[in-house]
């Protein structure tokens, strides 16, 4: 279990990531990629990204065990702005930092050794062997994680409509309440399903919730306690009963007044009884659009306790004028079923 331990200080200091963080995307997806769990969210996924990898990732997998720890390094708070500020943070990472972590690496591995063999060259900080580490992040982020930045995009801004809610209605501790349910809020004490024990005290400098689509089952937390804390988090995958290719019958329903008013409606977010009222029409009449909006990809939709929660996906934004040539066809990257992890 692990159990982060909060001041008030640190309440006032818990905050939301705005964006994905491309990095723990990235080292995240390469464990969904090697498990078999969650296939009908990452089981389509899993097979494209297959397909396009045609670079080496023994590298990766030196670095990223299939389970347990992996170096902190990897993901260093400047992933949040984009894959070159991330990977020159990589880059900067101190001789002595990367020796020590990569160290830990092999400690953790069967018959502990100092630094695993394929590694010894990196942690020695042979120039060659840096831009090689580069270069396989960036190759594999592209195969893996730039093709669906919209989706993760959609589902991670659908979860901080969420957490935002909370926030506005209960402050940071209602926030902090309104995690998925691995997270438990027991004050002063946020507790988490996790593989080890572990304590985790803020000492004051608070929080940074960053919801991940690539997390599954646990959170996850960096191991240097000296670190900026963040906690990385799974977002709930959203309800949709089948998602189609825009284009298709359920584009082309959109059509009408009514359905266009729902749709501007959403705005930054709202739940099915706020959409009917702002847009002028019955509960029932909300519902039905919201769900022709949401079969078409311009809508994704949360469920939060008793009531559901609609938020523009980044094509629905586009419709609106809201974001230039949007990509992506939905909220959520599965094509057949029900989407849940």
Not at 29 to 49: A, C, I, M
Not at 165 to 188: F, H, I, N, T, V
Not at 281 to 297: F, I
């Amino acid at each position: 279990m692990l159990r982060i331990h909060f001041t008030g200080n640190d309440l006032a200091g818990v905050r939301m990531a705005g964006r994905p963080d491309v990095l723990w995307e990235t080292i995240l997806s390469f464990h969904r990629l090697r498990d078999r769990r969650g296939p009908v969210v990452y089981g389509e996924w899993r097979s494209e990204t297959r397909t396009r990898l045609n670079g080496e990732t023994r590298l990766l997998a030196a670095l990223v065990p299939s389970r347990g720890y992996f170096p902190d390094f990897l993901t260093p708070a400047e992933g949040v702005g984009g894959l070159d500020e991330g990977l020159q943070a990589v880059r900067a990472t101190s001789p002595e930092r990367l020796r020590a972590e990569l160290a830990l690496l092999g400690a953790a591995r069967p018959g502990g050794r100092t630094v695993p063999h394929s590694l010894r060259e990196l942690a020695e900080g042979g120039a060659e062997s840096f831009s090689r580490l580069i270069g396989a992040l960036r190759s594999y982020h592209r195969a893996a994680v730039e093709p669906y930045l919209p989706h993760i995009r959609a589902r991670v801004e659908a979860d901080r409509a969420m957490r935002g809610r909370a926030l506005l209605d209960g402050g940071a501790e209602e926030l902090l309440a309104s995690l998925p349910r691995m997270l438990r809020w027991r004050a002063p004490v946020l507790e988490a399903d996790y593989p080890v024990d572990r304590d985790l005290h803020l000492d004051g400098r608070g929080l940074l919730l960053q919801p991940s689509y690539f997390c599954r089952g646990t959170p996850v937390v960096l191991r240097d306690p000296a670190l900026p804390p963040v906690l990385v988090y799974p977002i709930t995958h959203c309800e949709a009963p089948t998602v189609r290719e825009p284009g298709g019958s359920s584009l082309a329903k959109l059509v009408g007044t009514t359905r266009s008013a729902v749709l501007h409606a959403i705005g930054d977010g709202g739940t099915t009884s706020e959409l009917a009222r702002r847009a002028g029409v019955s509960l029932a009449s909300a519902s039905q659009h919201a769900g022709v909006l949401r079969e078409a990809g311009l809508v994704a939709t949360l469920r939060h306790g008793n009531a559901v929660l609609h938020t523009l996906t980044p094509l629905g934004a586009a419709l609106l004028g809201g974001a230039q040539g949007a990509p992506g066809t939905s909220p959520c990257y599965a094509r057949n079923g029900p989407v849940t992890s």
